[in-house]
């Protein structure tokens, strides 16, 4: 069975960290392109971070830039997302996706975040980020 499974999240006060992991289960993510996706209530989802699980690649959302990390582990087959500084704006359900490319490189990371791309969704996990 070819899953995605968040874990992570939580309640935090205004400036604490949190880290959400994102393990892949039944496929290699080598050949795929990793995202974290948010969606506050009343709100599209967007992307947060992106990477290529091969190249590098990244890319962030203006507003959590300087504040969120995105790393991988490929012997885990796990995706991190690492939150600093956290802010009430920050509140959402985090989703991890995976894109399949047979060449993952920037415009595949760029198209991912920005439009928010998947094969495969994991179920979310809310990050609740109050006084």
């Known amino acids: 069975q070819l899953q995605l499974v968040e874990s992570g999240g939580g309640l935090v006060h205004p400036g604490g960290s949190l880290r959400l992991s994102c393990k892949a289960s039944g496929f290699n993510l080598h050949s795929y392109a990793i995202g974290w996706f948010r969606q506050a209530p009343g709100k599209e989802r967007e992307g947060v971070s992106c990477l290529s699980m091969s190249g590098g690649w990244t890319y962030y959302l203006d507003s959590v830039k300087g504040r969120f990390t995105i790393s991988r582990e490929r012997a885990e087959n796990t995706v991190y997302l690492q939150m600093n500084s956290l802010k009430p704006e920050d509140t959402a359900v985090y989703y991890c996706?995976?894109?399949?490319?047979?060449?993952?490189?920037?415009?595949?990371?760029?198209?991912?975040?920005?439009?928010?791309?998947?094969?495969?969704w994991g179920q979310g996990t809310q990050v609740t980020v109050s006084s």
């Open positions: 996706a995976a894109l399949y490319a047979s060449d993952v490189n920037n415009t595949t990371v760029q198209a991912m975040c920005r439009i928010a791309l998947g094969d495969y």
